[in-house]
């Protein structure tokens, strides 16, 4: 709590935050650019099997229906597979076709296990070396894997640098979240969920790949827009929380010194006291042998159950989110408009979800948005069964957006909701294990939507399916809306019947702003 008040003091949000969010949130650009980059560079291009006999390879035989998608068999044995030039991604550049089809999907799942890596490894060295070495060091390896990604010399070397390229993006993601919203004052933490950054980072993704439709100049471009980023360094301060915590308070309180200076406020006469206070009391956990890992996050069992449905409501949200946009080939229409409406479509929930989270809380907040991804994924279902196929088309497109839009905003708010319910000492392993279990789900994701071929009756029933029971799940948390967060493991025991009665609405006064 002494932390909170010191922040308050020197400005919750002004000047300084708004540097935070250059150089801490604006990365988050690329990140969502290396993480979506198999919806494009793993699409498959229009091909043919063309005979061999042919004496020449051109537009005629692209007009050949006979031989679209025409695997090669005993019968055809002669043909080649020639792809449209309208695009090049790994499958036209390894021929991942036929027998090969499902390395497409293999390709993603390694990448999404990468990301699983990043999350564990990333929480835990954020809380024993500090967020930001943990933040730079990885960025530059995301730039630098990024570039060496774009010379493979064959998909296995491609598969590889995209699981590095993954363990730096969930290392990120799981970093930059807590580290930023740890500078914030308290009215204003949805402000790290609302910020429409990652959203940002796919629409101007969905506008390089129409200009410039080539997986391997993808990858140079985005390794080339790190290099401004890296300039952070020099201005970004470790975390004011995470040094209190750790007994550097007189380092703390240069950061605290920084703030103030930038956001031209007073700094408390009291500072280094109340930083000092926040060290004594840590200090006396530790003596008492109070040495943090994963573990922690998971006892006592007050503690255990909040952190298993947050997992659980993550992978689930995972699995939907990254299903649908890796997916965004198998919509009809243009692929890049698809890319690009799947990502602005969140564009206006996540800015409406820093209100809805002060006024209505962070928990039904993310209920109601459950309900309506529910909503979106059953009707998908529903549409692919009554409708004709002719004029389905559109309507799953809408409704899959819906489902989308419902997804993205749930996790804005449940983001908040997270970070808030993990004290400091733990947040990064709370928060890490979390984005853990969401690339669990996002692993699984390629293969649950591309179950039933064609048919999308059977991953959007899975979809709906899971989006209730995160939704149920979430009702049983504790709000955290308008309270302090925690820096110590001191006053964490909320029992669990203080959670079931928080899980009953009640009439509260109203969050003023």
């Not at 650019?33 to 229009?46: E, N, R, V």
């Not at 997804?407 to 908040?416: E, K």
Request: with cysteine; proline share 4%.
């Amino acid at each position: 709590m002494h932390t909170d008040d010191i922040i308050e003091a020197v400005g919750g949000m002004s000047w300084f935050q708004i540097l935070i969010v250059v150089f801490i949130f604006g990365p988050k650009i690329l990140t969502a650019w290396g993480m979506l980059m198999m919806s494009f560079a793993g699409t498959t291009p229009d091909w043919w099997c063309v005979p061999t006999t042919a004496s020449s390879v051109d537009e005629t035989y692209f007009r050949n229906n006979e031989t679209f998608k025409l695997c090669p068999t005993s019968d055809n044995i002669t043909c080649q597979i020639v792809f449209s030039q309208d695009k090049s991604t790994i499958v036209s550049q390894w021929d991942l076709t036929c027998d090969e089809k499902m390395l497409n999907p293999l390709v993603t799942s390694i990448q999404m296990g990468g990301v699983f890596v990043g999350a564990f490894v990333g929480g835990q060295f954020a809380d024993v070396i500090g967020r930001k070495w943990t933040y730079y060091v990885c960025l530059v390896l995301q730039g630098g894997f990024n570039l060496v990604a774009a010379f493979s010399v064959n998909w296995q070397m491609f598969a590889a640098l995209r699981f590095l390229i993954g363990v730096m993006i969930g290392s990120l993601q799981v970093v930059s979240y807590p580290y930023f919203m740890e500078f914030l004052g308290r009215k204003w933490r949805p402000l790290a969920s609302s910020i429409p950054i990652w959203v940002t980072g796919v629409c101007i993704f969905a506008l390089s790949i129409w200009l410039r439709p080539d997986w391997s100049h993808q990858h140079i471009i985005v390794a080339a827009l790190h290099l401004p980023f890296f300039a952070g360094w020099f201005f970004v301060p470790e975390s004011l929380r995470w040094l209190a915590v750790k007994g550097r308070t007189e380092d703390a309180e240069k950061v605290v010194d920084q703030m103030s200076r930038y956001n031209k406020r007073e700094k408390p006469a009291n500072t280094l006291l109340l930083l000092k206070q926040v060290a004594e009391e840590e200090k006396k956990l530790r003596a008492s042998g109070s040495k943090y890992t994963y573990l922690d996050i998971y006892r006592p069992w007050s503690m255990c159950w909040k952190s298993l449905i947050i997992q659980f409501v993550w992978a689930g949200m995972s699995l939907v989110y990254y299903g649908i946009s890796f997916g965004a080939g198998r919509l009809s229409g243009n692929l890049y408009l698809n890319i690009f409406l799947l990502a602005v479509v969140e564009v206006p929930t996540s800015v409406l979800t820093f209100f809805t989270n002060n006024k209505f809380g962070r928990k039904w907040t993310a209920v109601a948005f459950f309900g309506i991804a529910a909503a979106g994924a059953f009707g998908v279902a529903v549409i692919t069964k009554t409708v004709s196929e002719d004029e389905q088309g559109t309507i799953i497109n809408v409704l899959a957006l819906l489902t989308k839009l419902g997804v993205g905003a749930a996790w804005c708010a449940h983001g908040v909701l997270a970070s808030e319910t993990y004290p400091t000492v733990i947040r990064n392993l709370g928060y890490g294990a979390a984005s853990t279990a969401a690339r669990l789900g996002g692993t699984i994701a390629p293969y649950v939507f591309a179950m039933g071929g064609d048919d999308l009756v059977v991953p959007f029933v899975i979809v709906g399916s899971i989006m209730t029971a995160c939704g149920v799940l979430t009702v049983v948390l504790k709000d955290t809306n308008g309270q302090p967060m925690a820096d110590t493991m001191k006053g964490q025991e909320n029992t669990w019947d203080d959670a079931m009665m928080a899980a009953t609405p009640m009439v509260t006064e109203k969050t003023k702003f």
